[in-house]
């Protein structure tokens, strides 16, 4: 439409600013949506050229200090739209007023930049930006046309220029920046497009090359290069290429500088060395002060050049030769920490407060340095802003009322009161919905009429703290800020159902919504209801240890076999491990519960078993993976575990149920084999010997008082002990039994018994079997010592010993060696094991515990062939001094097969007599031991023959042949020192028939009473 047509439509308008009267252009009507015709006049800020016919107001926000610079995002084409117009949009037409309608002296439209990311150009839209002239709160005007209404011509205002839009393709210079300098004519200092050049690393053996690397801008069309690109680096220069850009600074509200920057190439520098390629960003002002560079510092956070290290790259450590390998080995393994991807080409955003230069004009200068060592190094420097303050748009959009507040919580969930407004545990992965709530100013009831676009963000609400009047908390940390900003629309009548997904876990969480999304914010609200974000999970459990006795991770405890293979002590600390897993299979690096048993099976032994307690212990987290090294089990066998977590999502404790907030472990594991941690063995009943080894039926009369030394003796009533398999807390392993029972009697014998004395008397315990193992099934069983056991007192075959009292105790314990092996060993009883001492005084003996040494002694005899020859024979025992006649003994008994006549003299021979003898001893003596009077043979008998009694393996000598009788005695400690140097001996006598005695030639008398 022209202003020609319409010439009788000339409405007069008063400048707030400058009241001057201005004409208004028929074609803003729309955007007004005021019907001027019924209006007589209207009072508006005065047009700054009647040849615009479209503007929107710009709210700068309060607080939105001089020299801040003021960005906001057009999108014209949808303006105009509400304007009711139709029409190209003429992208050289946007010029932003001041409230005075004097054309702001510095600003710029961008047309390949939106929403601070590169955007199409050509479709009308993209981002304003002007240097503020006036503080906040202030409304600026943007103007803008289309093409139809006549072609504007390209803003002649300075451009702030801070993102290299103003500026053509090679330009050293761009519009608003200081001249470049360089040291040498080879160096890159030129404003480049999108571009993605080929590039060969320098020096030779360079890795990844050549290289098709990035030219991309950080946002927009172009960028700016500096640094040796197009050729190696060959000079030295320090700096090669400075480049800078004047800025103003507010005097309040200064805000902050953004740097963004891209290194690439081979070569590589380090914190504090600055004789490499390297990146300076500095501040030049009463101060200078260096934000991005080597004496900055931290490379992790702000990369100054493609590599870090001065040494060349290796398997092992980063550094020059790998292109852009930052922190990366040649393995393309981080070695300093940072996150990026190795060899990738990310731009770098470095973010400083201005307050140390407030109200000054500064310098910021990018220089670039070489070591001149013909590597090529480069850099490229993009959206540069300072002191930014986002401004909103008024008119033609509907008037927005701003929101008191904000407010999330489940889907379809009433909004109040506010303790209902409740969100549910959710799994990390798993995607799920809210309810996004406007609020009044009162904040009690919904703000129906609320539109707009705003900020979501998930906050960890962990450190809790007090709650600001928006229910929020500063130190809250982001955890992610949805991708996509949402808008409430007319229809959403201030509730909009938005989507989220979480791939870690947290277990407190709260939500943030901002109003505007961008820019100063006017409303801010965190949800009422606080909610955790749990594994899906839980994944890759298991149980290690290092040995059978301590945790660790050499050994995994996976053991289902009742015989072999891994054990571990019951009650001793080993390692159990949980990963956490979100819905997509992928580890949650903040997962640091504490699981519990969910259910514990127990699978050995069989075919029953009882379950045992595991006591997990204390957890550690550690990337997603939780460890306890104090894990104990309490009981022997094997079992089948599954772990869970109800306490990681507590938070959610009384809105959501126990099975939507607990944690699963998706498969049970074998967890074992576990083994007793030792035994004990105690006394069982009180065990007596057998005095002199004989009932009181063999014996002639009673009582039986002692026992000879080097004679043995067994027992009355045999020792038994009760063995009982413990964990290491000493309770009972009742699960050690069935086939995990393998204490055995079989020799070699599990069960060690050993006899002492005291004092100290040497023992032959040769005769001494097996005993009888018994189990009980219930993790006790009894050790019974042989019934035929014998021992006895060694016999000192040189000197006799004094009678003495038996003071004898009997010690067993018992092992378990099947466990042998690697990490493993044998399972001991813990000292001193079962003990039988009768009290203190000796295992008691049933009839009397004396001993004493004995010998057996046998007298000459003679007489008349006629009658039969009484002969003597008597038990002695050593009385400390001499042998005496052992009259105590009732019980040896010695029969005639012990007996062994030889050496027949004269006339007697030995087929003409024979022995006599039964019954024990009385008092010490055989009472009818006799030879049989001679008959048979040639009838003539006067003669002698010698007797011996053959009580054990005797050593002859000439003065005492062998004795070897039908039946020996099996008597030794009844050997005396007869004719050798040891009581080991059978007595020896001489029986003699019709020998006269001596001159009085008495064959024999006979007295008659």
């Not at 019924?38 to 005065?46: E, F, G, Q, R, V």
């Not at 090669?240 to 740097?259: C, D, H, R």
């Not at 979100?582 to 903040?590: C, R």
């Not at 062994?900 to 006599?916: A, F, H, M, Q, Y």
Request: aromatic share 8%; charged share 15%; net charge negative.
């Amino acid at each position: 439409m022209k202003m020609s047509k319409i010439k009788s439509w000339e409405i007069k308008m008063t400048g707030i600013a400058t009241s001057k009267t201005r004409c208004l252009h028929p074609l803003i009507h729309p955007v007004f949506g005021v019907l001027l015709a019924l209006l007589p006049s209207i009072t508006l800020a005065a047009w700054f050229d009647t040849t615009w016919n479209y503007r929107i107001p710009v709210n700068v926000p309060a607080g939105a200090s001089v020299n801040s610079t003021i960005k906001v995002d057009v999108d014209f084409n949808a303006l105009l739209t509400a304007a009711g117009a139709a029409g190209t949009f003429d992208i050289n037409s946007p010029r932003v007023v001041r409230p005075n309608d004097a054309v702001s002296a510095i600003q710029e439209f961008t047309d390949a930049v939106y929403a601070g990311a590169t955007d199409a150009t050509g479709d009308g839209q993209g981002e304003v930006r002007f240097i503020l002239q006036d503080a906040g709160p202030a409304t600026y005007y943007l103007y803008f046309d289309i093409t139809a209404n006549g072609p504007k011509a390209v803003n002649p205002q300075t451009p702030i220029n801070g993102n290299f839009e103003k500026g053509a393709t090679g330009t050293t210079t761009p519009q608003s920046w200081n001249a470049p300098t360089k040291t040498n004519t080879n160096m890159d200092a030129q404003v480049r497009p999108s571009e993605s050049p080929n590039i060969t690393g320098i020096p030779a053996g360079s890795i990844d090359s050549p290289k098709v690397t990035d030219g991309s801008p950080n946002t927009g069309q172009f960028s700016y290069l500096m640094g040796y690109r197009s050729a190696g680096s060959m000079v030295a220069g320090n700096p090669g290429v400075t480049f800078t850009k004047t800025i103003a600074v507010p005097s309040t509200n200064f805000g902050t500088l953004a740097v963004r920057w891209r290194p690439e190439g081979w070569d590589s520098s380090a914190n504090g060395a600055t004789g490499f390629d390297f990146l300076r960003i500095d501040i030049q002002g009463t101060t200078t002060t260096e934000i991005v560079g080597p004496t900055a510092g931290n490379y992790v956070l702000r990369p100054f050049s493609p590599n870090f290290t001065t040494n060349a790259a290796s398997t092992t450590t980063p550094g020059y030769r790998q292109y852009n390998g930052f922190d990366c080995s040649t393995n393309n393994i981080h070695r300093y920490g940072m996150t990026i991807a190795c060899e990738s080409e990310p731009w770098f955003t470095q973010t400083v407060s201005l307050a140390a230069w407030a109200g000054q004009t500064i310098t910021l200068r990018f220089r670039f340095y070489s070591d001149g060592a013909n590597d090529r190094t480069w850099f490229h420097i993009d959206d540069i802003e300072w002191s930014v303050a986002t401004a909103s748009l008024g008119t033609p959009e509907p008037r927005v009322i701003n929101p008191g507040g904000f407010n999330a919580l489940e889907v379809g969930v009433a909004a109040f009161p506010l303790a209902g407004a409740i969100i549910k545990t959710k799994v990390a992965a798993t995607s799920f919905n809210l309810d996004l709530v406007a609020l009044d100013t009162a904040k009690t009831a919904i703000l129906t009429t609320f539109t707009g676009t705003v900020k979501v963000e998930l906050l960890d609400a962990s450190p809790g703290g007090a709650l600001d009047a928006n229910g929020c908390n500063a130190s809250w940390a982001t955890i992610q800020t949805l991708a996509t900003n949402p808008n409430f629309a007319a229809a959403d009548n201030g509730r909009k159902t938005v989507g989220f997904s979480e791939n870690n876990v947290w277990p407190n969480v709260r939500v943030r919504i901002t109003f505007p999304a961008s820019g100063v914010a006017t409303a801010i609200g965190c949800s009422t209801d606080n909610f955790a974000v749990r594994p899906s999970g839980l994944v890759s459990v298991n149980a290690t240890d290092n040995t059978w006795a301590s945790a660790g991770t050499t050994r995994t405890l996976a053991n289902g076999g009742a015989g072999g293979g891994n054990v571990h002590k019951a009650g001793q600390p080993f390692t159990l491990r949980a990963t956490g897993q979100n819905a997509s299979g992928i580890t949650t690096s903040n997962y640091n519960g504490s699981p519990t048993v969910q259910t514990l099976t127990c699978t050995l032994p069989t075919p029953t078993c009882a379950n045992g307690v595991l006591t997990p212990g204390t957890w550690s987290a550690a990337s997603g993976i939780v460890t306890t090294t104090t894990a104990a089990y309490s009981e022997a066998g094997s079992f089948n575990l599954t772990l869970e977590d109800q306490t990681f999502a507590a938070v959610d404790s009384a809105d959501s149920t126990l099975l939507e907030r607990t944690i699963p472990q998706a498969a049970a594991i074998t967890v074992g084999r576990f083994i007793p941690d030792h035994f004990i063995i105690a006394t069982n009943n009180t065990p007596v010997f057998k005095t002199f080894n004989v009932a009181d039926s063999a014996c002639s009369t009673l009582p039986r008082s002692f026992t000879y030394v080097g004679q043995p003796f067994g027992y009355v009533t045999p020792p038994q002990a009760l063995v009982t398999a413990q964990n290491a807390a000493n309770a009972t392993t009742t699960n050690y039994r069935g086939n995990l029972w393998k204490i055995s009697s079989t020799a070699p014998s599990d069960i060690t018994q050993t006899y002492t004395h005291n004092p100290v008397k040497t023992l032959d315990t040769t005769l001494t079997g097996l005993p009888t193992v018994t189990p009980n099934n219930d993790g006790t069983g009894t050790v019974t010592v042989n019934t035929a056991d014998v021992i006895g007192f060694t016999r000192n075959l040189t000197t006799p010993d004094a009678p003495f009292i038996a003071d004898l105790s009997l010690s067993m314990s018992v092992v378990d060696d099947s466990e042998a092996g690697a990490n493993q060993g044998t399972i001991t009883t813990t000292a001193p094991g079962a003990v039988f001492n009768g009290g203190g005084s000796g295992i008691a003996f049933d009839s009397g515990n004396a001993f004493r040494y004995g010998r057996l002694k046998l007298a000459n005899t003679h007489g008349s062939e006629l009658l039969n020859l009484p002969v003597p024979m008597e038990a002695q025992h050593w009385n400390g001094t001499t042998f005496v006649t052992n009259t105590a003994d009732h019980c040896t008994t010695i029969v005639p097969g012990n007996i062994l006549l030889s050496n027949p003299r004269k006339s007697l021979l030995v087929g003409e007599t024979g022995i006599t003898v039964s019954g024990a001893f009385l008092n010490g003596r055989s009472t009818n031991f006799r030879l049989n009077k001679p008959s048979g043979g040639d009838g003539i008998y006067n003669g002698s023959v010698d007797i011996c009694v053959d009580l054990g393996v005797d050593t002859p000598s000439a003065a005492a042949p062998l004795c070897v009788a039908t039946t020996p005695a099996n008597q030794p400690w009844l050997q005396g020192k007869w004719s050798e140097t040891n009581y080991d001996d059978d007595p020896v006598a001489r029986g003699t028939f019709g020998i006269y005695k001596n001159a009085n030639e008495i064959i024999y008398m006979r007295e008659i009473y």
